[in-house]
């Protein structure tokens, strides 16, 4: 990568994730350079946290900067922030538009294309991941199972596996 390497404790994760989010987009601005074997860096940007980007359909990126949603063009530049509070966020899902999702503690955020909270979902428990759903929804793992919320935030269902129930 023609950088220094990082060996600080708290700077590993920042240095590892901003090499995640440079290889993302990359693959996604030329997808005929991984097809090819090769993979040439298009930018390095410092300060993400380790939560799994997501692609945002036009090139670009959605990631996590501690308390912050980021989104990122193709060229590394940010087009729009926006924060849930003071609670880090933990998981993020892109829409393909410029939007996306994310969760932080309970609680799941819809965001627009141009970085507005539409709707937020509070559930019992942690979410610990995010997946987008063919209808606009998002499924999202918690500590008893996965739920479904529709595109206008309303639960769907609950899948508990102790149970093998739908609810």
Do not use: H
Request: hydrophobic share 40%; charged share 20%.
């Amino acid at each position: 990568l023609g950088g220094s390497v990082m060996y600080s404790d708290t700077g590993w994760r920042a240095c590892t994730s901003a090499v995640v989010v440079a290889v993302l987009l990359t693959i996604a601005v030329n997808p005929a350079a991984s097809a090819q074997g090769t993979i040439s860096m298009a930018w390095l940007k410092d300060g993400f946290s380790a939560v799994q980007p997501a692609l945002s359909g036009d090139g670009g990126i959605i990631a996590a900067s501690g308390n912050k949603l980021v989104r990122l063009d193709k060229e590394g530049d940010t087009v729009w922030e926006w924060s849930p509070g003071a609670a880090a966020i933990s998981a993020i899902a892109g829409d393909g538009s410029g939007g996306g999702w994310a969760s932080s503690g309970k609680r799941i955020y819809r965001i627009s294309q141009n970085g507005k909270l539409l709707w937020t979902y509070g559930w019992e428990e942690e979410i610990t991941s995010l997946e987008p759903v063919q209808d606009g929804g998002i499924a999202a793992t918690v500590e008893k199972g996965a739920i479904l919320v529709d595109r206008l935030g309303k639960f769907r269902w609950l899948y508990d596996p102790a149970t093998g129930c739908d609810t």
